[in-house]
């Protein structure tokens, strides 16, 4: 016999998998959390067009928490965040890319950000 624990469908859909960091910004610690898959497909799927110049600033809207991971971002806060500085938004755009498993495109939003890429590619603006 194994001590191996083989998951039903119900625990994996109640276990807890949300995974968060904190990125030095601005003087303090901007805290983000792993988006669902669910949330990472909504964002995927809606940069196309138009929202494809906003795709990094509403994945930093859609990760942000607080202390208790509680999601602190909406819609409202976009306006916002396009007013800060693309070095830094690009930064924590690619640890958000990092904390979702998405390595790759981590670098190339770093990549981005230090101008390599071209004139128009940015992830946030």
Do not use: C
């Not at 929202?51 to 509680?70: E, F, H, Q």
């Not at 830094?88 to 958000?96: D, L, P």
């Amino acid at each position: 016999m194994s001590d191996k624990k083989i998951l039903s469908v119900d625990d994996m859909l109640a276990a807890d998998d949300v995974n968060y960091t904190e990125i030095p910004a601005w003087g303090g610690l901007v805290r983000v959390g792993s988006l669902s898959a669910g949330d990472m497909l909504d964002f995927v799927d809606s940069n196309e067009g138009p929202a494809k110049r906003t795709a990094g600033l509403r994945l930093i809207v859609k990760s942000l928490v607080d202390a208790n991971g509680v999601r602190i971002g909406t819609d409202k806060h976009l306006d916002g965040f396009k007013k800060k500085s693309a070095t830094v938004t690009n930064r924590i755009v690619a640890e958000i890319l990092k904390l979702n498993g998405l390595d790759e495109a981590a670098k190339e939003a770093l990549k981005n950000a230090s101008g390599e890429a071209a004139p128009d590619a940015s992830p946030t603006v």
